[in-house]
């Protein structure tokens, strides 16, 4: 069974710094192979994409997290991660990993003073 489950959210003052991690298991070929995403969904929107990195270790971002939010990959953890910094109170959403279709549970980041 493929499982991504999300982690490292929490509530954090604007200006501040999370970061979220992803552990995937279960994939039918290696975690390497596959494009990785992050999306997100603030309270009573829809999902937004913000962040993917592919095969080769390219990124790409959403115009509204580029050059504050960072995407990396472990592969021999088989784990995604986000580096959240400079936080808005208008990052406040549940954050998934996602492959293709596939999500995670999500977790929760709050952006509040």
């Known amino acids: 069974e493929v499982q991504l489950v999300e982690s490292g959210g929490g509530l954090v003052q604007p200006g501040g710094s999370l970061r979220l991690s992803c552990a995937a298991s279960?994939?039918?070929?290696?975690?390497?192979?596959?494009?990785m995403s992050w999306v997100r969904q603030a309270p009573g929107k829809g999902l937004e994409w913000v962040s993917s990195i592919d095969t080769i270790f390219s990124t790409t971002y959403a115009d509204s997290v580029r050059g504050r939010f960072t995407i990396s990959r472990d592969n021999a953890k088989n784990t995604l991660y986000l580096q959240l910094n400079s936080l808005k109170t208008e990052d406040t959403a549940m954050y998934f990993c996602a492959e293709d279709t596939l999500r995670g549970q999500g977790t929760q980041v709050t952006v509040s003073s």
């Open positions: 279960g994939f039918p070929l290696p975690f390497s192979m596959y494009t």
